[in-house]
C-alpha cells in the first residue's frame, strides 16, 4: 500500500475530529458570549459559524485548481491546523479585549465577530473538500461528518463540566490540531504534533 493510500485511510478519523470540533466550537462561542457581552449576542456565534463555513466552501467552489488532486490530503491537513490555530487566536483575541459597548465603540465587538468566522472558514474548506473531492467514499464520509457533529454535542457537556469556557475552547482546537496530525508529513506533521501538544497544554 503507498504513502497517498495509508493517508487516505486516516481521512475518515480526520474529517471526525474536524466535524465535532467546529460544532463543539460553535456551542461553546455561544456560552463565551453569553457570559462576556449581552446575551442576545451569543446568537451570533451560529450567524458566524454559518458564514464562515460558507465562505470556505466559496473558496474551494471558486478555486478548484488550488486543490490538486496529488497534494489533497496534506492540503487538508494544513486546513484543519490552521481551523485550529485560529479558533485559538480568536478567542484569546477576545477575552483579551474589553466587553464591547456599541454606545461608545464598536469595534472591538466588529473585531469579535470577524475573528470568530475566520476559523470556521478553514473548517469549510476542509468540509468541502471532503465530501466533494472522494465521490466513491462520500456515504462513508458523509456519515462520518454526523458522527463528529453529533459527538462534537455531547463533548461540549463534558469539558465544561472540567473547564471553563476558554479552556474547554483550547481543548477543541487541539482536537482539530490532531487532524491535521493525521494528514500531514514531514516537518509540517511536526509543527502539528507540537501545535497540539501546547493547545492540550494550555486546557
Known sequence: MNSASRKERKLPGALFLVALATVMFEVLLTRVFSLTMWYHFAFMAISMAMFGMTVGALVVFLRPKAWRQETLLPAMG?????FAIS????????ISMLVPNPSVDAWPMIWTFAGAAVPFAFSGIFVCLALTRFPSRIGQLYAVDLAGAATGCLCVIASLYWLDGVGAVLCCAALAALAGVLLLRG????VAVLVTATLAGAT
Open 187 to 190: 516537518m509540517e506533521k511536526v
Open 78 to 82: 494544513s486546513s484543519a491546523l490552521l
Open 87 to 94: 479558533m485559538a487566536a480568536a478567542i484569546l483575541l477576545h
